[in-house]
């Protein structure tokens, strides 16, 4: 992809939006006028029976817009007062708005499952974020429907989480999702920015504006991090609100872009959240774990061709799986049988208030070794059905303050029976070869998944919310490379509660990160131990871990489990291990598969440029590296670790010694933890007769990554210069550090 240009004077965007400064919206401001504009688009008014007459549209764009973690409370056009969003004001009125639409589970994979196939998860079988796969030639989905209707596909995702691998990019004819990731950072919190998301699927709108087509676009804002560009950041500070108010601009140019291609009025489009937020209302600050209104309480937003019923508001119930239903009432063409939810568009409201909807969340006993929890909600209250039961009205008490289970018996007895109508579906991983199994037990990784049934003996997550607290004072101790009191706080709540797999995690990764490998390995293969589902990206970190080690059969066979769930991840692991073991032909055939991905990440592209180093073959892999920062620019990421370092080594071996010192530099620049680039430049310092500034990179070096696994890298570096007692010095301190990790 190459750089878009942008020819609409657009620079100063962001300040102009928050300013307000915009024309009116193009909407009918009549239920005459927009049949008419209906009329004028081409559409048939086609009566459907019931509900709002509303035209079918033959081959209108149909465009999904979904905004990550966005509580529909926190929006101005669902009533909130303390931000201003413009541009999805004025989208609202030119659309429905359903004031009372709900999410069936608070995290994101299952929910953009169900918004794509109309069915609930239990029916379409993705019940977490990690451990399960959708099987898309086994349930219906919106993209393939429209495929087969002669539609172009495509979409732009944000997060890691909603990556190809999930089954969701094989429903595409085009699935970019790209994301940027820091060094140490876990995977699943892989994101990219909205506006780069915005370039990618403005692009191939324009390419793909006159013909009929579906097109995805998710961006990850307001999800933590709360960190807003300007003027947002100036306006509101590192708070939710503030990440909702730079989604409202990024969506603000999105249609924008769809009005200057002539796209706006004719599609249909829908906004919606896949989830809310806690805040801390009932005890949880993010999302996954409780089932209240914050949580499951999304926009959703729906644009007609021709903004048929413009400004229209609805307040029965509506769920996310009618979004399937609802296009293609529009289109007029055929709902699959398999889904359960129901059009918008031709519901009336004396159906529409006798809806029951269905939410659930399984990530308490999957990750944390705690109940699961499940709901069941009508136009007035909403059951939780856990160890201990609860009610609410929600239209009394939308905070859900007060819980009426004892004095409204008989309206949760009735919900209660709701619930068992709905399908249990199966909350089973995906298969996992005995073959498999058997190798990777006989390695020491897995020692059997714990059963996945749900117990009444199993904590209620209400009752343990004092340690969501706890995990996040010592994920910011990690963050803040505080690992000696990180580790100290994980390992106290792991004594407590050894069935909380997430913190076992974070323990892995920040001992890692803290440079204790054998300690690490351990905590991986506890949480892989424990974990009742099958955690790809903890397979390859174990085998990162494992490869440090030089464990290098042990490192193979932890890609290997992981190949089947997060490919590209594993190949570059495979890569590593080839090279570690002299087999450069089979690194080669390793980082080509890498890299062989529909949209190829500059990471992985980089892993060949890793091998070409290893075979003495410099030019080749700076050539490599050039290749892998064209894509970072395609892709609009300005910075792509270990590209400079890359480069910077390959220049090195070709003599190139200023330009060399010139990459490492910006290495350091954009990742100041990045420590063999400190190393590596510390040496053509050295060369140069420079051992003053040796020793204050060094220095600088330990600033930036203060554990014993940089103080021996310092050690190692000043013992190949001969520099023997600033070698000594630097391993004293590695043994001192590591005094301070009490082994388990």
């Known amino acids: ?80 007062t303390k931000i201003r969003t ?68 495509g979409a732009a995702v944000s997060s890691y989480v909603l990556r190809s691998d999930t089954g969701l990019g094989p429903l595409f004819d085009y699935y970019e999702d790209s994301t940027e990731a820091a060094p140490g950072m876990a995977p699943v919190h892989y994101r990219r920015t909205g506006d780069k998301t915005e370039a990618v699927a403005k692009e191939w709108i324009a390419k793909h504006a006159g013909e009929p087509f579906f097109f995805f676009f998710h961006i990850y804002e307001p999800h933590l991090p709360y960190n807003p560009p300007e003027p947002f950041l100036s306006l509101y500070g590192k708070t939710y609100d503030g990440a909702i108010a730079s989604a409202d601009a990024i969506i603000g140019t999105f249609l924008d872009d769809l009005k200057r291609l002539g796209v ?18 009932h005890g949880e ?68 208030s006798r809806r029951v909807l269905y939410s659930e969340t399984l990530y308490p006993r999957l990750q944390l070794g705690w109940s699961d929890l499940h709901s069941t909600l009508d136009a007035r209250y909403q059951y939780i059905q856990g160890p ?48 498999t199994l058997r190798r990777l037990a006989a390695l020491g ?74 300690e690490a390995a351990a905590a991986y293969r506890d949480a892989m131990r424990r974990s009742p589902i099958f955690l790809p990206d903890a397979s390859v970190s174990l085998g990162y871990v494992e490869l440090n080690l030089k464990h290098l059969p042990k490192a193979e066979a932890a890609a290997r489990r992981a190949l089947k769930d997060v490919p590209t991840k594993a190949h570059e692991l495979l890569a590593r291990v080839a090279i570690a073991k002299g087999d450069f032909a089979a690194a080669t055939e390793e980082a080509r598969a890498a890299a062989a991905e529909r949209n190829p990440q500059p990471p992985a592209l980089l892993v060949m440029a890793e091998v070409q180093l290893g075979e003495g073959k410099p030019a080749d892999a700076l050539a490599t590296v050039e290749r892998a920062a064209q894509r970072a620019n395609e892709l609009r990421f300005p910075q792509v670790y270990n590209l400079e370092y890359l480069r910077g080594d390959a220049l090195a071996r070709l003599n190139r010694m200023p330009e060399a010192e010139a990459a490492f530099r910006r290495e350091i620049a954009a990742f100041p933890a990045h420590s063999r680039a400190y190393a590596n430049l510390a040496v053509i310092r050295f060369i140069q007769g420079d051992r003053a500034g040796v020793a204050q990179l060094m220095d600088a070096m330990a600033r930036a990554n203060p554990t014993g696994q940089t103080y021996l890298l310092a050690a190692t570096t000043f013992g190949s210069l001969g520099e023997k007692a600033e070698a000594a010095a630097w391993q004293r301190r590695a043994s001192a550090a590591a005094d301070r990790i009490k082994r388990p």
């Open 1 to 80: 992809m190459g750089e878009i240009e942008r020819k609409d004077g657009r620079e100063a965007a962001p300040r102009r939006r928050a300013e307000g400064a915009r024309a009116g919206s193009r909407r009918s401001t009549a239920a005459a006028a927009g049949l008419g504009a209906a009329l004028a688009l081409g559409l048939v008014a086609v009566s459907c029976g019931r509900g709002h007459g509303v035209p079918v549209s033959h081959d209108a764009p149909v465009i999904l817009i979904s905004i990550d973690t966005l509580r529909a409370d926190h929006l101005p056009a669902y009533g909130y």
């Open 86 to 153: 413009p541009f999805i004001d004025a989208f609202a009125k030119d659309s429905w708005l359903f004031e009372n639409a709900y999410t069936p589970c608070p995290m994101t994979l299952p929910a953009h499952t169900t918004m794509l196939t109309g069915e609930l998860p239990p029916e379409h079988g993705v019940r977490n974020n990690v451990g399960f796969v959708f099987d898309g030639r086994a349930h219906p989905s919106l993209p393939l429907l429209l495929k087969a209707q002669g539609y172009a596909t």
């Open 264 to 281: 706006y009025d004719r599609a249909i489009v829908v906004l919606v959240g896949d989830h809310g937020e806690g805040l801390g209302d």
């Open 285 to 352: 600050e993010q999302h996954s774990i409780l089932l209240y209104r914050e949580a499951i309480h999304v926009p959703m937003i729906v644009k007609l061709p021709g903004e048929f019923g413009a400004g229209r508001r609805i307040g029965w119930p509506a769920q996310l799986s009618d979004i399937v239903p609802t296009v293609t009432s529009v289109l007029g063409i055929a709902t699959p049988k398999e889904v359960s939810g129901s059009s918008l568009v031709t519901m009336d409201a004396k159906a529409g």
């Open 388 to 435: 201990r039961p609860e009610l609410y009205d929600m239209v009394a008490d939308p905070a859900e303050k007060h819980d009426l289970i004892a004095s409204r018996a008989a309206d949760a007895a009735r919900l209660a029976a709701d619930l068992q109508k709905f399908p249990q579906g199966s909350d089973k991983p995906a298969a996992v070869d005995q073959e």
């Open 445 to 518: 990784y897995i020692g059997g998944l714990r059963d996945t049934a749900a117990s009444p003996a199993l904590p209620n997550p209400v009752d343990n919310l004092q340690y969501l607290q706890r995990m996040q004072d010592g994920w910011r101790l990690a963050d803040e490379k505080e690992f000696p009191q990180a580790i100290a706080a994980l390992r106290a709540i792991l004594k407590d509660n050894p069935g909380m797999v997430d913190v076992w995690l974070k323990l892995g990764e920040v001992l890692t990160n803290a440079g204790f490998d054998e």
